[in-house]
Structure formats: C-alpha cells, structure tokens
C-alpha cells in the first residue's frame, strides 16, 4: 500500500505531513545522506532515505505516552545530498551540512551506510575536540581505513575525544579483540549488550549523556539500526539475535531527543531494498524519527 492509497481522515493527521516544508531555519530538520558505496558488504542503503519519508505517512503526529502533538511544530526536510560516497562524497557531505546548526536546533540525518556519522560528524563541527559522540550500535565502528566500519576510529583520528565517545549495544562476536583494545585504550565508554540485561536503556542514555556532554559538549548521536534484533530489523544486514528490542531503541530516540546537548541524531545501516513484505525496519526508522521528534518538543 502505497502513501497515496491510505485512508484520509481530516482528524488524524500524517506524520510525513509535518515534513512537506522547505524552511530554511525550522528548529527539526530532516537531511538525507544516501551513502552506500563504503560499505564492507554490498548494500543498496542509498534507497533508505526516502523509503523513511515513505513510511512516516503510515504514523500519526501525536505521542500518546508523552501527550505531544507535533503537528504544529517546527519542521523541515532539506532534501538528499548528492553522491555523498568517496573522498569527493565526504567533501559534499561536509560543505552541505556545514553551518546547519546555526539554523537548525536538532538535526537528524537518514542514511545510508554508517560511513555518514563520519561525514556528517566532521562536517557540523571543524573542531570536533569540542564534541561528544554516543552510538547505539552492535559493533565499535573502530576499524582502520574508510568504510562503515571505520566512522568512529575517523573521527577520534580527527579529534573528537575518546573520553567522550560511549557506545550502547556492543554484542559479543561482533567484534575483534584488537578493536575492543582499541576502544579501551582510547578511553571510549562500553554498555553492552549483555550489560542491558541489568540495567535500563533509560540508565544507560542517562550516564551515556552524562559522559558524552561532559563540559557542556555538544553531542552527536548516531543510531546504527542494526544494534536491534535481527527478528526486529531483517532490513539491516549485521543485525544478530540478540539485540535491542524495537522499543528499547525507540526510548533511547525519545530521550536523546528530549536533551538540549543532542545537536544531531543519524539513523543508519538499512538497506531498504531487504526488507520484509511488512517492511518493518523502514517503519522502525521512521518511528525513531518521530520519537526524537517527540523528545525535542519536550526540551
């Protein structure tokens, strides 16, 4: 079923509607980074940015939980960066992000492989010793070179503080052993997966907040679907068994939301292209970005 073919009730607005407008300065701006060509398995995560624009018709506006409409708010959608992949893609990526938090109080940018945290991260901030960094994601993205394996390991090579980094979701097999010392040898806060059985994911964005906005940082915020369940999100290729649940990483999108330090949400690692019939994943993406959505109407 396609947007067009959905019901119409005047009384239950659509939450896509929120978006169809071009302001320059909206304090919610949606930006899509279709990046997919640094990507250590192939994926088709280029077709995902506007897969999410598709599936925010299938949601209304208003958060029964928090008693917040969002029609009314301040939003915007800037749109596609073109050819964001490759060294020349990076440079795109960073001169058409570059000044947006002038404009703009909370920015969230649709991937794409997560090679975008890198590209929009380094973009929205040249100094990025002055940064934060939380990532909800199954692996440490500390790899060397340039891939979606690869962001953070850029960044903390450009400058951004491993003391400030905290990862949420980390899963056991993952990863490697090197770049586990990796993480820890440069400072970089873990909550695991398995430390998620303990506590919860509210506890953990809290003292993940309270790290990465250390000094009054501003923080970037980089939500790797694939740290959910793979029964949750077939769409994202690394998923394992395992991982968040859809909910879980939809409160952690709420409560980064609701937070004045949170500058710039990304949502990545979805290749719409191999998603189920129910297209379940796109539609998660899209849930997250109405519960950031949410989170920042109650900032």
Same mark, same amino acid.
């Given at each position: 079923?396609?947007?067009?073919?959905?019901?119409?009730?005047?009384?239950?607005?659509?939450?896509?509607?929120? $978006?169809?407008? *071009?302001?320059?300065?909206?304090? $919610?701006?949606?930006?899509? +980074?279709?990046?997919? *060509? @640094?990507? !250590?398995?192939?994926?088709?995560?280029?077709?995902?940015?506007?897969?999410?624009?598709?599936?925010?018709?299938?949601?209304?506006?208003?958060?029964?939980?928090?008693?917040?409409?969002?029609?009314? =708010?301040?939003?915007?959608?800037?749109?596609?960066?073109?050819?964001?992949?490759?060294?020349?893609?990076?440079?795109?990526?960073?001169?058409?992000?570059?000044?947006?938090?002038?404009?703009?109080?909370?920015?969230?940018?649709?991937?794409?492989?997560?090679?975008?945290?890198?590209?929009? #991260?380094?973009?929205?901030?040249?100094?990025?010793?002055?940064?934060?960094?939380?990532? $909800?994601? /199954?692996?440490?993205?500390?790899?060397? =070179?340039?891939?979606?394996?690869?962001?953070?390991?850029?960044? !903390?090579?450009?400058?951004?503080?491993? @003391?400030? !980094?905290?990862?949420?979701?980390? @899963?056991? $097999?993952?990863?490697? /052993?090197?770049?586990?010392?990796?993480?820890?040898?440069?400072? +970089?806060?873990? !909550?695991?997966?398995? *430390?998620?059985?303990?506590?919860?994911?509210?506890?953990?964005? *809290?003292?993940?907040?309270?790290?990465?906005?250390?000094?009054?940082?501003?923080?970037?915020?980089?939500?790797?679907?694939?740290?959910?369940?793979?029964?949750?999100?077939?769409?994202?290729?690394?998923?394992?068994?395992?991982?968040?649940?859809?909910?879980?990483?939809?409160? /952690?999108?709420?409560?980064?939301?609701?937070?004045?330090? +949170?500058?710039?949400?990304?949502?990545?690692?979805?290749?719409?292209?191999?998603?189920?019939?129910?297209?379940?994943?796109?539609?998660?993406?899209?849930?997250?970005?109405?519960?950031?959505? #949410?989170?920042?109407?109650?900032?």
């Amino acid at each position: 079923m396609t947007s067009a073919s959905l019901p119409h009730d005047p009384k239950w607005a659509r939450a896509n509607s929120l $978006f169809q407008s *071009k302001k320059t300065d909206a304090d $919610f701006a949606l930006i899509g +980074v279709p990046a997919h *060509k @640094a990507s !250590i398995s192939p994926t088709n995560a280029d077709q995902t940015p506007d897969a999410i624009r598709t599936a925010l018709a299938r949601y209304s506006t208003y958060s029964t939980s928090a008693d917040v409409d969002l029609t009314g =708010g301040s939003f915007t959608d800037l749109g596609n960066i073109d050819s964001p992949d490759g060294d020349e893609g990076v440079k795109r990526v960073s001169e058409a992000v570059n000044g947006l938090l002038n404009k703009h109080k909370l920015l969230v940018a649709l991937g794409g492989d997560n090679s975008i945290t890198y590209s929009v #991260a380094s973009g929205l901030w040249p100094d990025l010793s002055k940064v934060g960094l939380i990532t $909800f994601d /199954a692996h440490h993205d500390l790899r060397d =070179g340039k891939s979606n394996g690869s962001p953070v390991w850029q960044l !903390i090579q450009a400058g951004l503080p491993g @003391a400030n !980094i905290v990862q949420i979701g980390i @899963a056991d $097999f993952a990863n490697s /052993a090197e770049y586990s010392a990796r993480a820890k040898e440069n400072g +970089v806060t873990v !909550i695991s997966r398995s *430390k998620l059985r303990t506590q919860s994911i509210a506890d953990a964005v *809290k003292k993940a907040l309270e790290i990465a906005g250390n000094g009054g940082r501003e923080i970037y915020v980089d939500l790797d679907v694939d740290v959910c369940d793979r029964s949750v999100v077939p769409a994202c290729p690394a998923a394992m068994p395992g991982g968040l649940s859809a909910d879980e990483l939809r409160q /952690a999108a709420f409560l980064v939301g609701a937070d004045k330090r +949170v500058r710039a949400i990304d949502i990545t690692e979805i290749d719409a292209s191999k998603d189920s019939d129910d297209q379940r994943t796109v539609r998660l993406a899209a849930l997250l970005v109405l519960e950031a959505a #949410a989170g920042f109407a109650t900032r």
